[in-house]
């Protein structure tokens, strides 16, 4: 019988078979490559169905667009250009019309982070989140995506999931530290379980973090009508001018700079140095009986230097955290005797 198995202890017959083998394995390899390409392809037309319904664009601009010899990346350069004047919709428009056109992975992930910003200066949430997320799924280490779903999540008040995406972050090499402390301490505030002491002893723990949660802890404060004298750290005025300039009783006179701000406003008597031009200003106006003088404030970001009527701690615009500075000018006191009613 063993003469019928004598060619398994062929070698040459070793080499047919291992030959045979690899064969098999690349057409078995090409041909799940091809169903994993139309099947990605079915997909990517069913979640860009999901976006198609804007109308910022004409039928005709839409079809010339899709019909011009024009790639994803061409298509994206003018998407931003809309995306920088405000127009979001087109933007969107635009982006959706490029991932029709996408060639590869890298392309597709571009053409999606670009929308997924898009979708998130223009509010709408969960359009961004959908996006990004698709975005991640392509390139896991896709850091603006991730960033993104971070501040999603913290707009949403999702704070566990924030803090989950700032750990893929972290592994990517990126400092998170002063995020993590801020979407903690917003947890913190929004537990309505703590008493607001209980609050400011466990945002407190995390100040070294992020410097603007002793600011927080002294809004906390402001808004539960708790005198800030009772606060153990301040801080430092120039990150809370605004909120010590409102206050019509002294607090934190051991500061030398609190205390030239309440000398400045004629509210204590005591001798001290006076730094700042608005500073002096008002106390010579104050000196000189005219008390129709006062402060207001703007709030400018470090960062790309816009500016806001309101105090943020991450950046409207550019989305920086702790990039506020706060810049008093001399204004006048308005007289609401002589206010219309």
């Given at each position: 019988?063993?003469?019928?198995?004598i060619?398994?202890?062929?070698?040459?017959?070793?080499?047919v078979v291992?030959?045979?083998?690899?064969?098999?394995?690349?057409?078995?390899n090409?041909?799940?490559?091809?169903?994993?390409?139309?099947?990605?392809?079915?997909?990517?037309?069913?979640?860009?169905q999901?976006?198609?319904?804007?109308?910022?664009?004409?039928?005709?601009?839409?079809?010339?667009?899709?019909?011009l010899?024009?790639?994803a990346?061409s298509?994206?350069?003018?998407?931003s250009?809309?995306?920088?004047n405000?127009?979001?919709?087109k933007a969107?428009?635009v982006?959706?019309?490029?991932?029709?056109k996408?060639?590869?992975?890298?392309?597709?992930?571009?053409?999606?982070?670009?929308l997924?910003?898009?979708?998130?200066?223009?509010?709408?949430?969960q359009?961004?989140?959908?996006?990004?997320?698709?975005?991640?799924?392509?390139s896991?280490?896709?850091?603006?995506?991730?960033r993104?779903?971070?501040?999603i999540?913290?707009?949403?008040?999702?704070?566990?999931?924030?803090l989950?995406?700032?750990?893929?972050?972290?592994e990517l090499?990126?400092d998170?530290?002063?995020?993590?402390?801020?979407?903690?301490?917003?947890?913190?505030?929004?537990?309505?379980?703590?008493?607001?002491q209980?609050?400011?002893?466990?945002?407190?723990?995390?100040?070294?973090?992020?410097?603007?949660?002793?600011?927080?802890?002294?809004?906390?404060?402001?808004?539960?009508?708790?005198?800030l004298?009772?606060l153990?750290?301040?801080?430092?005025?120039?990150?809370?001018?605004?909120?010590?300039?409102a206050?019509e009783?002294?607090?934190?006179?051991?500061?030398?700079?609190?205390?030239?701000?309440?000398?400045?406003?004629?509210?204590?008597?005591?001798?001290?140095?006076?730094?700042?031009?608005?500073?002096?200003?008002?106390?010579?106006?104050?000196?000189?009986?005219f008390n129709?003088?006062?402060?207001?404030?703007?709030?400018?970001?470090?960062?790309?230097?816009?500016s806001?009527p309101?105090?943020?701690?991450?950046?409207?615009?550019c989305?920086?955290?702790?990039?506020?500075?706060?810049?008093?000018?001399?204004?006048?006191?308005?007289?609401?005797n002589s206010?219309?009613f």
């Amino acid at each position: 019988m063993d003469i019928f198995f004598i060619e398994h202890r062929d070698p040459i017959f070793g080499l047919v078979v291992l030959f045979a083998i690899i064969l098999m394995v690349a057409i078995l390899n090409y041909a799940w490559g091809v169903f994993r390409g139309k099947d990605e392809k079915r997909r990517l037309e069913k979640f860009i169905q999901k976006f198609e319904a804007s109308n910022a664009l004409s039928k005709e601009h839409k079809d010339m667009l899709s019909k011009l010899d024009v790639d994803a990346q061409s298509l994206c350069m003018l998407g931003s250009t809309f995306a920088k004047n405000g127009d979001f919709e087109k933007a969107i428009a635009v982006y959706v019309i490029a991932l029709e056109k996408v060639q590869n992975k890298h392309e597709k992930e571009l053409v999606l982070t670009e929308l997924g910003q898009a979708y998130f200066k223009a509010g709408f949430l969960q359009n961004s989140m959908e996006v990004f997320l698709k975005s991640v799924e392509l390139s896991p280490r896709n850091a603006i995506a991730l960033r993104h779903l971070t501040m999603i999540d913290e707009k949403l008040k999702r704070y566990d999931d924030a803090l989950d995406t700032l750990v893929a972050l972290s592994e990517l090499g990126i400092d998170v530290s002063a995020n993590e402390a801020y979407i903690k301490a917003l947890k913190i505030l929004d537990d309505k379980a703590l008493s607001p002491q209980e609050k400011v002893e466990q945002i407190l723990e995390m100040k070294d973090e992020f410097k603007l949660l002793k600011r927080m802890c002294m809004q906390l404060y402001i808004r539960q009508d708790i005198n800030l004298n009772n606060l153990n750290e301040f801080a430092n005025l120039e990150d809370v001018i605004d909120l010590v300039y409102a206050q019509e009783n002294a607090i934190n006179l051991k500061d030398e700079n609190y205390k030239a701000l309440f000398k400045a406003k004629g509210v204590i008597n005591e001798r001290c140095d006076i730094n700042g031009f608005e500073l002096n200003v008002l106390k010579s106006l104050n000196d000189a009986g005219f008390n129709g003088a006062g402060l207001s404030f703007n709030y400018v970001c470090k960062h790309c230097k816009n500016s806001f009527p309101m105090h943020f701690y991450r950046c409207p615009m550019c989305h920086e955290l702790g990039s506020v500075k706060i810049l008093p000018h001399i204004t006048e006191v308005a007289n609401e005797n002589s206010m219309p009613f």
